[in-house]
């Protein structure tokens, strides 16, 4: 079934976006993640241009994350106050992405840059975790008892000033870390068209030694207000969000999501870890392939 | 070479008095042929069910020669050209093992789309000089350099590379017996739209051959538009890109909030 993409300037089978919509959104909802490293690369393979592939995406993991926040909310695993300053690091680095974005595309380098963050973000990102998790479930066999956050030690930047106290999160952390984390993955996120959760995560996991609990549901809560962001500012620099493609993607994935999220309480803490980072490697291989790989024509057109 | 250009020449010459003999002696007035063409629509919308769509143009020729008609010589190709636009061809090469685009060329008045239908294949219709001449067909149609001055090799590989990638994505198209006579002098073309056919103004153009001799060439516009819906989401895209983006946020909000609630799974 047909419909017209009125931005994108082309007809998508309808079934087609709707399904990849699901299946992202139970992916996401299982792994607590807004989805975006998934959706725009598959934009990208089924032939929508790269720019609305990246806008378009922003806008839907407004919507996946709104849904899955809202299961947070209810459960109360958000730490707002640390939402709030990853938020305000988040607008700062999803400006400047939007302008280094408009820049390379006027450059002919778009594609390329985004190619190269996705691989190298996803590989490192995906093989930390499946080597993290490998271990965890390895101790998990042997009886010991697992041990992300270990009282009393403190990294440095647990020595930065500016100390700020998260009630919530039980943490007494300085705010420069915290900024510059939102800053890093909102600049990222404007540019890769995702919120940045898989990136959050394990940062607030592994850097902040955030409680696990609280983790997944500050993350999206940030994610909103940071894909909401982007999404506004792709719309006003650029006019590349498809309004009717992520509409379409959003049905699809606010569905998956409640079904994937049911799926993910089925499974244990570092196994949900493992299949997530091998669901980003595969992504990370997929795009890695892309770039290395002689294209089958060399030659493409853009307008001006 | 010269001794042939010698014997040819008063053959051609009786020849040509002959001809002009038999044709006072047959009659005194003879007007030529002429090719007329009539789209049932001018205009095309494109609404959100659009993927793709055949156009069909009708045409006539006027003072056809019944004799040259019956033996089927008449050929008649239609060609729908879309609005011209500026491209840019880049090229990708292998820099440190990766695929980078590394070249680039620029186009100026490349039409968006080019899609052909003849009454026969193009090589049976006239020969390729005269297609040239006529820049008719996806590889003679012109496209100019923006830097003219530009290395001639290099320009014919991308203009190429453009000719190519435009065959590729559907929109530079031909479909050989697209057209077809329906008696002597009228005759139906089937054009096809891709489903990613740009919107603006298009034109349509017929052009009349006899016995590999182009006669006459006609034309005429057609303008494809989006329909109402998808018109204004593109305007308001491009008008109030600030409202739109806001716009597309409370729509994520709305439909994130009620998938929650219509498919709560916990």
Known sequence: ?304 | MRQIKACKLPFLLFILTLCAVEARAQAPEIVPESIQIGLSTDRVTITSDFSGADLTIFGALDNADPMVARQGRYDVIVVLEGPARPVVVRKKTRVLGMWINTQSETFVNVPMSYSVATTRARQDITNTANYKQLALGAENVNITPYDRNGDPVTLEEFSNALRERKKASGLFSERIGGVQFLSQNLFRATLHLAPNVPVGTHRARAFLFKNGVFIKENSAQLAILKAGFEQRVYRAAQNHGFLYGIAAVLLAFVTGWLGRIIFRRD
């Open chain 1, 1 to 304: 079934m047909g419909i017209y993409l009125p931005i994108a300037e082309m007809s998508v089978n309808m079934v087609v976006i709707l399904a990849m919509g699901a299946a992202v959104g139970f992916l996401s909802g299982m792994f607590g993640v807004g989805g975006g490293f998934l959706i725009t690369p598959l934009l990208i393979f089924y032939n929508i241009p790269p720019a609305i592939a990246v806008a378009t995406g922003a806008n839907q993991v407004v919507a996946s994350s709104v849904s899955g926040a809202l299961v947070h909310l209810k459960k109360g695993t958000i730490d707002f106050k640390l939402g709030t300053v990853l938020l305000v690091g988040g607008i700062a680095g999803s400006t400047l992405g939007a302008w280094v974005f408009a820049l390379l595309r006027s450059v002919g380098q778009l594609d390329l840059f985004v190619s190269l963050v996705y691989v190298a973000l996803l590989g490192t990102v995906g093989g930390l975790m499946l080597v993290e998790s490998v271990r965890a479930l390895q101790r998990a066999r042997t009886g010991a008892t697992p041990a992300l956050r270990q009282p009393g030690q403190h990294n440095w930047i647990h020595r930065l000033p500016f100390k700020m106290r998260f009630r919530q999160s039980k943490m007494f952390v300085s705010v420069i870390p915290v900024l510059g984390i939102g800053a890093v993955i909102g600049f990222l996120a404007s540019i890769m068209g995702v919120g940045g959760g898989f990136i959050m995560i394990p940062a607030l996991i592994y850097l902040l030694k955030v409680p696990t609990n609280v983790v997944v549901g500050t993350s999206l809560f940030q994610i909103i207000f940071t894909a909401a962001y982007t999404t506004i500012v792709h719309s006003t620099a650029n006019q590349t969000v498809d309004i009717v493609l992520a509409f379409l993607l959003m049905v699809g994935g606010v569905a998956g999501a409640q079904y994937g999220a049911r799926a993910g309480q089925k499974l244990r803490g570092e196994q949900l870890r493992a299949l997530l980072a091998l669901l980003v490697l595969a992504v990370a291989l997929r795009l890695a392939f892309d770039l290395f790989v002689r294209p089958a024509s060399v030659y493409s057109l853009t307008g001006l």
